[in-house]
């Protein structure tokens, strides 16, 4: 039964590499597929499907496990990745062919340095990229760390209760997007440091909830409210950010920029997971305390956000 474990953590090493260079390879091949008049549409409709299978996907997973075993469940998972495969190979996304003149290395040490000089030289496209990074670090946490430690711990409620609150909050990205959609050209890139305010203040009913209700079930709807805004109007921002480097940035930068643009939330989002399981674990006593400070970083952040400008 060990000898499973080894490899287990090999087949998911191998399939986190695929997926991160699957990932940053399709959000830079939408700005050829489709106009940029629809970018904000065709990013969100990718991020709605994306947060469908983060919630669905276990939930999935958990009864055809339970009911077929695992042997039958590889056997499926891997006939839909074939399946996956040859649709992605009927697709016809426009390119433009470089001579590989140097190594792979030495190819993906430029790439990385042509990506960092359009990035640093941009100055909007520089800020999206930190506010991205802010979001991995403080906001994306909060769903995957803070609100689990807090039902479990703080209120003392039930495993079925964490899942249900971590699934609606989860639903939050969902539901903003939707938003988005309704909203249309009422929203863009100038709109995102009021987002980002916002995002951040609803952290505040979350941490005065934890300091001052005592009232378990109360507290429990509080943190879901609070959670599920926040959570939502970041992915919002993630959205209206990737628009708006498919808009502006050039085509033979756009794996680039895009790569650098996705990294930077996942190495966020793992040092944040990090960051918070630290203090949760050491501080549980006074994460009302916690909550606050984390809003009031995000609300100072936000606020160079209000002068971006529309390019």
């Not at 947060?51 to 339970?66: E, H, K, Q, R, Y």
């Not at 190819?107 to 991995?136: C, H, P, V, W, Y």
């Not at 995002?199 to 300091?211: K, Y």
């Amino acid at each position: 039964m060990m000898a499973i474990i080894p490899a287990t953590i090999l087949f998911f090493l191998f399939f986190s590499t695929f997926e991160s260079l699957l990932s940053p390879t399709s959000e830079a091949s939408v700005p050829f597929l489709v106009p940029k008049d629809d970018l904000v549409k065709a990013n969100s409709v990718t991020w709605i499907l994306a947060i469908f299978s983060t919630v669905g996907s276990p939930i999935l997973g958990g009864i055809m496990l339970a009911r077929f075993g695992l042997i039958r469940v590889l056997y499926i998972s891997v006939a839909l990745y074939v399946l996956a495969t040859v649709v992605k190979l009927m697709l016809k996304i426009p390119f433009t062919k470089q001579k590989a003149e140097v190594s792979l290395s030495r190819t993906i040490i430029n790439d990385l340095r042509d990506g960092m000089r359009f990035t640093l030289q941009e100055r909007s496209i520089r800020k999206i990229l930190l506010a991205s990074l802010f979001i991995g670090l403080f906001l994306i946490p909060l769903s995957s760390i803070a609100l689990p430690v807090l039902v479990s711990f703080r209120l003392g409620m039930e495993e079925s209760f964490v899942g249900l609150a971590t699934g609606i909050v989860a639903f939050g990205g969902t539901a903003s997007i939707l938003l988005l959609g309704i909203l249309q050209e009422k929203v863009n890139i100038t709109k995102m440091g009021l987002i980002f305010t916002i995002s951040s203040l609803a952290i505040i009913p979350a941490g005065l909830g934890v300091l001052w209700i005592g009232n378990i079930p109360s507290l429990f709807i509080l943190l879901i409210t609070s959670f599920f805004i926040a959570d939502g109007l970041s992915t919002m921002v993630i959205v209206l950010a990737s628009a708006y480097i498919g808009e502006n940035a050039p085509e033979h930068l756009m794996g680039k920029v895009m790569s650098l643009y996705i990294a930077t939330i996942y190495i966020g989002g793992m040092v944040g997971n990090y960051i918070f399981g630290f203090l949760f674990r050491n501080f549980i006593d006074t994460v009302g305390i916690l909550l606050l400070m984390i809003a009031g970083f995000a609300l100072a952040y936000s606020f160079l956000f209000l002068r971006m400008k529309d390019q």
